[in-house]
Each structure stands twice: as C-alpha cells, then as structure tokens.
DNA sequence: TGGCACCATCTGTGATCACGAATCCGCAGC
DNA sequence: GCTGCGGATTCGTGATCACAGATGGTGCCA
C-alpha cells in the first residue's frame, strides 16, 4: 500500500516477490479465483518459502489476494456488491485526486496524458487485455501523481490491486473498439479549468466499465 | 485491513500479535517513534520471531508502522502534511460511510450512538487517553457499519490506524473538558434525517482536531 | 454405475539457526 | 568537556525442518 508510492531501494527477497505478484495481479495477469501455492511462489522466483509467505501475507491484508480457513491462497473472486463498492471507492477517491491535481495540471502533463491515451488506442486495436490495463492505470496514475497526495493515491492503488483480476475478465466481456471515450473528456476538462467537468469525466469512466460488470 | 470487518475464527500465532499490536497502535497506547523488535514482540506474546515478523510487516504495509531502511521498526511521526491529508482522508470516507448509513439509521442505533457518548463523557472526565479514543472510535464505527460497506470501513479504519499515534499526541495537547459537541450535532442530524447537517457534522468532528494539531 | 472411505501427497505454520549489517556504549585523543 | 573510533551486542533476513491439517485421487463396496 505504501511501496508504490515511495520506490524504496530495498530489494529484499520478499519484496521482489511483492512486487512481482502486486503487478501480476493489478495487471490482470492472473485471473479470479486462481490459487497460488507458497512452495511454487518460492521456486518461481527463486526464494524460500519464508519470503513468499511475507509477500503473500502482505497481499492477502490489501485484499488482493484472499486466503481461506485452511491458509490456501488464491485470488478473490469478489462478490458483485463488493464490485459496486470497490467501483465506488474508486469514484470517490479518484475524483477527489483529479480535483486536487488540476490546478497543477500544466501542458507537459496534459501532453504526457494524451500521449498515453494513444498508447492505449494501440493495445486495443491488439486486444491485448493485459497491455490495456497496465497503460489505463498509467494514464490515471500519470494525473493523480499531481495531486501531492500519497496516501490517497496509495488508497486508490489498493482498489485497482483489488479489482485486478476482475478487471481482466471485465476486458473480456466488453467488445472495446477504442480508446475510453472519457479520458478525451478528462483531458478536454483540464484543459479547461473545469472542475465540475473534470469530476464527472473520472467518476464516469471510473465507474462505467465495472457498473456494466456488476449490474 | 481486512480482519478488522471480518473477526475470522482464526487463532494463528501470527494473528495474535498483529491484532494486539494492531488496537494497541489504533487507541494511541505507542506514542508516536516509539520503537518495536522482532524478538522483544515474539517474547511479550510468546511466540518465536516469525509470525511476529508477519504481524509486523502487515502493520508496515498498512501504514501503521514505519520500517527504515535498515528493517528497524517504529510507530511512524507523520509530517504535518500527511496528517492533514489523512484527515480529509478520514471525511472524504466517513462522511459518506454516515451518509450511506443515514436511511438504514433507526431509533436503536441512535441509542446505542448516544450510550457511547455518554461513555466519552466519563472517560474525557477522567483524562483518559486511550480509553477517549477507543470510545470515539467505537463511536463512528458503530454509526458506518450501518453503511453496509465493508470495503470502504476497512479503509477509515486504515486511515485510523496510521492516525493511533498521533491521536494520542492530540489529545495531550487538546484541553478537552467534555464530550464532542459534533457527536451531538451528528445524532441530531441522524434523528432528524437531515443529510446535509449529517455530512457537515461528520466532516468538522473528523477535521477539527486533527487540523489543530497539523496547522 | 455411483458413492464412500482411505491413504499418499501437498499445504501452511512456526521454531530454530547462521549470517551480515547496523547500532550502541565506552574509551581514548584532542 | 567534547568528538571520533572500535568492538561487543543486538538487530532483521532468509533457509531449513518438523508437524498437523487439508486435499485429491484411487480402489472397494453397495
């Protein structure tokens, strides 16, 4: 929760593993459901079974991975109430950092976001579901990083890592054609200085996807 | 994170020392700085360094407590920044986890929210610190349960935990002489129905302190 | 043919240990 | 008296191991 926003430069063993499962799983890499065993965690990334118990650990308390009465691990499949309110956490904290980020929001970071935004109209046309993901959190996590506010982004974060898995099957099920109509608006909004347009671009595109999903 | 919604039956060794250092950090019983090792926790609750270990590298990834770079462990001295920004954290989550708990708000949560000041009373008049916060905090979470939104209490009970410490400094510095006036204007508000009065009065009891101490 | 019990295997848990690094305390030199 | 230095101590890290419980597959019985 805390290590994406701050790099760090330890590179412990267990955090190698955490950080390499955290992506994997934000990314969309591993589908709903899908368990994980220590001992196979460990072979993988060269570790012991001690590191890769604290990186799962660590991740099963962020919610992104859950583990049952018995200890197995796996990634959650989370109910479609618990999508509605992970979405609405989204909306609610996303938007309070696009707020936050646009008085500070000059054209480098406008250009940077568009140049995203094309990056994403690219994995699209490949359907590459994986690709999508990473590059849409980019550009959100590309504009939040404006808003000088760790803790909330760090927040924000733990809802993507934990809507990861869902995500990907959520790019399966929607025939996506092109790059999100919404981040056209987010950036036509900054470009404006209009808060309340801002605000209601992100909780949209926030919110639209994962609504088709749950509903 | 997580635990906190859901008790879970497990009993794990692990489990012992992170709640009890997870309450023991949220009521401010650790002031803030304060010092942990490995080995002094597996001993003050019998257990060897492992799962204290995994207790306390959970707390570090949720913000509770803060590991330097060379491992050392210690209760975190946020910056005024960070102190600030965890309390619009704290109203821009609470005041929609009462805002989602208003319509489902009936005469016998109100009793119950009005026993619990009653308790505050008796504390504040005791000058018992911990004992002021643990109340408080019983207070809203009592309230936001009836919100239906685990997710989302997780995450004002995240932002709690990183604000133990400093609570405790707060309350020190406070002169506080009876209980809460913004609990009174709360259940008020929960009585009358009002959901822009609820919201106001979530939102000043949430900042106020906590911006007197930063500012 | 379907269901059930049993056993080999796999899984997480926690204790212990060796290792390297950081910290702390006291002592000598200025 | 104060600062800088060196060694003893303490610290976190990660590997290994024994153990208990769960799991899954196989063969037997109805």
Redesign the interface.
């Given at each position: 929760?805390?290590?994406a926003v701050k790099p760090?430069?330890?590179v412990s063993a267990?955090d190698r593993v955490y950080r390499g499962l955290r992506t994997r799983i934000m990314h969309g890499q591993i589908g709903p459901g899908e368990a994980l065993t220590l001992r196979g965690l460990g072979r993988e990334f060269g570790v012991s079974m001690?590191p890769a118990?604290?990186a799962v650990?660590?991740l099963?308390?962020?919610?992104a991975l859950q583990m049952s009465?018995s200890g197995r691990v796996s990634t959650p499949e989370p109910s479609n109430e618990?999508i509605e309110?992970?979405a609405?956490?989204r909306a609610?904290?996303e938007v309070?950092l696009a707020s936050r980020a646009l008085p500070r929001a000059h054209i480098a970071l406008i250009d940077r976001l568009q140049t995203i935004n094309g990056a994403i109209a690219d994995v699209v046309s490949n359907r590459d579901a994986v690709g999508y993901i990473r590059t849409n959190l980019e550009f959100h996590r590309t504009l939040y990083l404006r808003a000088q506010?760790?803790?909330?982004l760090?927040?924000a974060e733990?809802?993507w890592l934990?809507l990861g898995p869902t995500m990907r099957a959520l790019y399966g099920r929607l025939r996506r054609t092109e790059a999100p109509q919404y981040h056209r608006l987010i950036i036509a909004a900054l470009k404006a200085g209009d808060e309340p347009g801002l605000r209601l671009a992100v909780r949209t595109d926030v919110t639209q996807g994962l609504r088709m999903l749950a509903g």
């Open positions: 929760m805390q290590a760090e430069i330890a267990h001690t118990r604290e650990n660590r099963v308390a962020e919610g009465s618990r309110e992970l609405e956490l609610l904290l309070e506010a760790p803790a909330m760090a927040m733990t809802v934990q």
